[in-house]
């Protein structure tokens, strides 16, 4: 898309210039290209206004011509992504998490778990019966937002600790930029307030990160509690708050409440995946060594693997461990295996051996390594949540991973929309013409560009919408990856929708990351491989227009 955008400029560059020789690039060791010494600032010009609206539709007209060369190279939603090389030829093991990884949910789970905690806080906590009034949202939240414990606030974070200002939201309503950059004295979060390691708020740290599909319910109740709070002017502490609906959610999970409504009607709750069995089928044909790690329980695991997989799902696998308590399951060498009987029941035998068709609780991978004899470099583990499932194997251990991103899909198909298309790369385009124009400072030039950025503001809000309406793609803010895809560049050596995505590959498969140029590689690769730098093209704006 940003080689488009370049190609575009590119174009109304030439045709700003009307064929004028004599203008004379920076040489080598210059300062930088898009800056300009005072006295060799563009000169006012009678003609300004005409000679920037010519650029800015110029650049528009080409742009709109190379729209129909961009949707003939459509992105992939069933594609896998690498952040680093691996060849599938070096993995022998393959191991999975179970919840949105091997199964996935449909929508009335979130609707459960939403409805099943906000009665907790009513009958439990002691909340207003009132909140029962609200509903959960699907079309609320996103994941990897931050909350930040002590504001009651929901934001979200990009790459560099910068708050993405007009997604930050106090109950179902956003906050003011000034009064958001009032409250942090400006948009940074500093380290120290950011969320810990594993995206908690710990140890001072004021802020929570939600990294996990589950967590939508939860961000939605805390933001309708808060909404009820705000509205009725009723004083509360935001810390208690917060603490009470995580503890209500967490009981949704620790008593059964989402287990036994998912096991009553299985197929209302679990969406059948046949792929699911072939990806495992297909591994298995190729004589790979497959494991399950789980922090769901026994009885719940095996009916949802009957009901995806088959009766005999158990055959396909090595290992099969079940409330494993990840992340601690990575970390605490003192937890043995316990093995669990056909009926559920823990059995107090010393385990020397994991043994095939057996299903084993709690546990560590030191333990695990040991019993198996398996090598950690060998092994490709998949989950969908980047700290708990991903983050300990492949900076501790060694392990490949790959990360399942089930919004992937759907934002890439919004990607590959003519809308989309024509909405980014003009975005990129003028934004670039915002960058290169600025030189010239009379009031006249001023008065254009301030058109422009407000032009380009809108379609920031416009693009955001494309995904969410309140918080945009999980993946960036308006123009730097989010904190999200920073934890998910960092842990996961590939990701992909779903596990499905592993049935376009074959098992010797290498996969390559794209080389991305660094900031300072662009001005060297434009002219060659058109990698989308706005500056070559608009080099001649540091000398006077003849």
């Known amino acids: 898309m940003a080689a ?20 004379v690039l920076p040489a080598a060791g210059a300062a930088p290209l898009c800056t300009v010494a005072p006295q060799q600032q563009q000169q006012p010009s009678p003609d300004m206004k005409s000679y920037l609206w010519s650029r800015y539709k110029e650049a528009k007209r080409v742009t709109k011509e190379l729209v129909p060369s961009i949707m003939s190279n459509m992105l992939n939603p069933d594609a896998i992504f690498s952040n680093n090389e691996m060849s599938l030829s070096d993995i022998e093991i393959y191991g999975f998490d179970y919840d949105y990884t091997l199964v996935f949910y449909s929508k009335h789970l979130h609707t459960l778990i939403f409805n099943a905690a906000r009665d907790l ?76 390691f594993y995206g908690k708020s710990s140890q001072g740290n004021t802020m929570k990160q939600f990294m996990d599909i589950f967590s939508l319910p939860e961000m939605t109740l805390l933001s309708c509690v808060n909404e009820y709070f705000l509205k009725n ?148 583990y998949f989950g969908d949540h980047i700290y708990s499932d991903l983050a300990d194997l492949t900076l501790k251990h060694g392990w490949r991973t790959g990360a399942i991103i089930p919004e992937l899909r759907s934002e890439i198909k919004i990607m590959n929309t003519e809308k989309y298309i024509q909405t980014m790369t003009w975005l990129q385009t003028l934004t670039g013409l915002l960058e290169h124009m600025q030189v010239h400072r009379d009031p006249d030039s001023q008065m254009i560009l301030e058109e422009w950025k407000k ?30 895809l920073r934890r998910l560049s960092r842990f996961a050596d590939i990701y992909m929708a779903s596990l499905s995505c592993l049935l376009n590959y074959e098992p010797d498969y290498t996969f390559y ?4 140029p660094l900031q300072h590689e ?3 690769w434009s002219d060659q491989l058109c990698t989308g730098t706005f500056r070559i093209p608009f080099l001649q704006e540091t000398v006077q227009i003849k």
């Open 513 to 516: 990351p794209r080389r991305t």
């Open 522 to 524: 662009l001005p060297g």
């Open 121 to 196: 806080l009513i009958n439990e906590h002691r909340y207003p019966a009132e909140i029962r009034k609200y509903d959960y949202d699907p079309n609320f939240a996103i994941r990897g937002l931050h909350y930040d414990v002590h504001r009651a606030l929901l934001m979200k974070i990009d790459a560099f600790h910068y708050i993405q200002l007009g997604t930050v939201y106090r109950g179902l309503s956003v906050v003011p930029d000034e009064e958001v950059i009032a409250m942090y004295d400006g948009s940074h979060v500093p380290l120290e307030q950011m969320s810990d």
């Open 233 to 380: 002017n009723i004083d509360y502490e935001p810390v208690h708050l917060y603490k009470d609906v995580k503890d209500s959610i967490r009981d949704v999970h620790i008593k059964g409440i989402m287990y036994r409504a998912i096991e009553a009607d299985i197929e209302k709750y679990i969406c059948y995946a046949e792929q699911t069995r072939a990806v495992l089928a297909k591994l298995a044909d190729h004589g790979k060594k497959m494991f399950l790690i789980t922090n769901s329980p026994s009885s719940f695991v095996d009916k949802g693997m009957k009901f995806i997989v088959g009766k005999d799902w158990r055959d396909l696998f090595d290992v099969v461990i079940v409330q494993a308590e990840k992340p601690n399951f990575f970390n605490d060498k003192r937890r043995p295996f316990r093995k669990v009987n056909e009926r559920g029941v823990l059995l107090w035998d010393k385990i020397h051996k994991l043994q095939k068709g057996q299903i084993y609780k709690q546990g560590n991978l030191y333990e695990f390594l040991k019993l198996t004899g398996w090598r950690g470099s060998k092994v490709l």
């Open 4 to 23: 488009v955008a370049a190609r575009a400029l590119l174009a109304a560059g030439r045709a700003g210039a009307g064929g004028r020789r004599g203008r």
């Open 455 to 484: 032009e380009r503001k809108e379609m920031r809000e416009m693009n955001r919408n494309f995904f969410n309406a309140q918080f945009g793609s999980i993946f960036r803010t308006d123009e730097n990856p989010t904190y999200f």
